[in-house]
């Protein structure tokens, strides 16, 4: 028998429940039972020996010599995908003002995911001029959020600067441009900024939006329905 089948043999006798190694002479006895009384089945010289302690391993056994070590775990398999989702991290807005990273869909937004939802009668929930609203609103605050050193408080940004100097306009000035425009969006949704913020500005899901802000299940719905068709009114889209 050639070394490579001797070893895949002892693999395989190692893997049995009773299979052990015991130190025998210049060798090594390979045995399937309980303890010494068993038949020797494989005995090995110290390469192979080696060559088992490399795979699968080896460990002490209580009653002397070594026994295989159990083969690890496999890996879990990973969640299976959902169509349309593509899991990274996206800029969301702060109630403090702040801006931080959260986990999101970059395949689509919160927004995205409602308008291929469809009404009692079989007709898309949102509008198409909604759903550009939204995606606006979305990209204006973006753009505030990437001012340097720019907090954002939607309820107190900073008034305009008065004065003369006109000069190019930096990162920042553009980021607060945007902080103002996204300041007159949201007060423009009147009862339903909430909802329109947490869903187009933080990318929350619906469900959790309603738990957020305190709403009954199903409610949120409706008020961002009111909200988002206001907002395509502010942005001039209907």
């Known amino acids: 028998m050639s070394g490579d089948h001797r070893l895949e043999r002892a693999r ?101 995911w409602l308008a291929r939802r469809a009404d009692a009668d079989g007709q898309p929930w949102l509008t198409p001029a909604e759903i550009a609203a939204a995606e606006q609103l979305e990209i204006e605050a973006e753009t505030a959020s990437r001012g340097p050193g720019l907090t954002m408080d939607w309820d107190a940004l900073p008034r305009a600067r008065s004065g003369g100097g006109a000069g190019r306009a930096g990162p920042g000035d553009r980021a607060l441009a945007a902080a103002r425009r996204v300041e007159a969006a949201l007060a423009a949704c009147g009862p339903a900024r909430a909802m329109v913020r947490v869903i187009c500005i933080e990318a929350t899901p619906l469900q959790a939006a309603e738990q957020a802000l305190g709403l009954r299940r199903r409610t949120g719905k409706t008020l961002l329905k009111q909200g988002l068709a206001a907002l395509a009114r502010h942005y001039r889209l209907t």
Do not use: C, H, I
Not at 48 to 70: I, N, V
Not at 75 to 83: D, I, K, N, Q
Not at 85 to 97: C, I, L
């Open 12 to 112: 395989r006798l190692l893997a049995l429940p009773d299979g052990w190694l015991q130190a025998a002479g210049d060798g090594y006895a390979l045995r399937t039972g309980r303890d010494r009384r068993a038949r020797v089945m494989l005995t090995l010289d110290e390469a192979e020996f080696r060559a088992l302690a490399d795979r699968p391993g080896l460990k002490t056994r209580p009653g002397g010599g070594w026994a295989a070590q159990p083969p690890a775990p496999a890996p879990s398999a990973p969640p299976p995908g959902r169509p349309g989702v593509t899991e990274g991290v996206r800029t969301v807005m702060e109630a403090d003002g702040g801006s931080t990273l959260r986990p999101a869909n970059l395949t689509t937004s919160s927004v995205a």
